[in-house]
């Protein structure tokens, strides 16, 4: 399948870099895909965490911390747990929408600086260099901060991530 969908974007007139992001799309909604599925099929609810899936002893299947968890998934998690009943449990869905954002953002930032400096002769090759390394070591730094905000949803500590925090709060209603 994925020789068909290269031959036919090659046909095109697609460069490989174009190509490369098609995978990059292509494989962002599989993945969105998947993560719907599986909240779909789990019995998790968007639109509040105490009352899905109850047991007959009246216990929830998905408690606020592991909902608060689920909802620290960059962009898909906050879309998804966005609207719950739960202000611990928004508050993280909309901070991993602004994260995941940033995220994003920077993302493509750091494509076009790439694209930019593999254009430049002769020094072109050194600015990328120095330009990789400190891409890697901010991808490196926001995922230790995505893996710290998990950590603290899940053991029920509410924790602002520095600038994006505070900016999440006051969209939720939680000054």
Known sequence: MNVLITRELALLNFAPDDLRVVRLVFGGLALLAAFVA???????SPHGTRDVGRKAGGRSYLNTKIAAGLACVPLIGGIVFLHARDSFVRFYAMQSIIFGAAWFLFSIVSAVVHAVFGAIPDIGGILLFF???????AQLAFLVVLIIAIVKAVSGVPWDIPYIGPVARRRVGDV
């Open 38 to 44: 599986f909240v779909s099929a789990s019995g998790l």
């Open 131 to 137: 330009w990789a390394i400190i891409a890697a070591l």
